[in-house]
T-cell receptor, first 115, second 114 residues
């Protein structure tokens, strides 16, 4: 069965440092998509970045990049030069044909940026 | 520029009451879904729809009904509220169910069942 694992329930990081949030996934489908969402304390879900299983290059969106290691089934989110506003919950999710394209979600990582 | 609109934002119910959470999107998305989020957990899929007239169950469908009579609207009905349904509910939509299609989320409904 498909599964997303986020092993870091919480992280504290000093402002301006880079952050890596871990995500591993499990699927037997060669065609899948991986997503990262941010949920600040206000509660809304904000899309950050997407990586397709056939994409040759790691995805980047501004300060966000995805360290995609297909053989290891790993899709870690990297935030460069962290800011206080990055404090939030971060969720990794996957969509594939086995799940009928439904999003499978990890439990999330709570990131706190220290000034 | 409305996107996905969910109402209400907050609701308190008594056990046994019924209610409908409303969800509407103005992006002509085929795919719509309802999730619930409990403390310390990721989102869990309740029901979803891949087009008008087509709905299916997700991971946790018991106690909820949905219908999709139009492309724009996807209401979630709680038939007889229970304290276990206290949660934050999100409606989300995408252009299609495809693997590369990101979900657009509503702002959420915080539901308390007493």
């Amino acid at each position: 069965a498909q599964k997303i694992t986020q092993t870091q329930p919480g992280m504290f990081v000093q402002e301006k440092e880079a952050v890596t949030l871990d995500c591993t996934y499990d699927t037997s489908d060669p065609s899948y998509g991986l997503f990262w969402y941010k949920q600040p304390s206000s509660g809304e879900m904000i899309f950050l970045i997407y990586q397709g299983s056939y994409d040759q290059q790691n995805a980047t969106e501004g300060r966000y990049s995805l360290n995609f290691q297909k053989a290891r089934k790993s899709a870690n989110l990297v935030i460069s030069a962290s800011q206080l506003g990055d404090s939030a919950m971060y969720f990794c999710a996957m969509r594939d044909t086995d799940s009928n394209y439904q999003l499978i979600w990890g439990a999330g990582t709570k990131l706190i940026i220290k000034p | 520029n409305a996107g996905v609109t969910q109402t209400p934002k907050f609701q308190v119910l008594k056990t046994g009451q019924s209610m409908t959470l409303q969800c509407a999107q103005d992006m002509n998305h085929e795919y719509m879904s309802w999730y619930r989020q409990d403390p310390g957990m990721g989102l869990r899929l309740i029901h979803y729809s891949v087009g008008a007239g087509i709905t299916d169950q997700g991971e946790v469908p018991n106690g909820y009904n949905v219908s999709r009579s139009t492309t724009e609207d996807f209401p979630l009905r709680l038939l007889s509220a229970a304290p276990s349904q206290t949660s934050v509910y999100f409606c989300a939509s995408s252009y299609s169910p495809g693997r590369g299609k990101k979900l657009f989320f509503g702002s959420g409904t915080q539901l308390s069942v007493l």
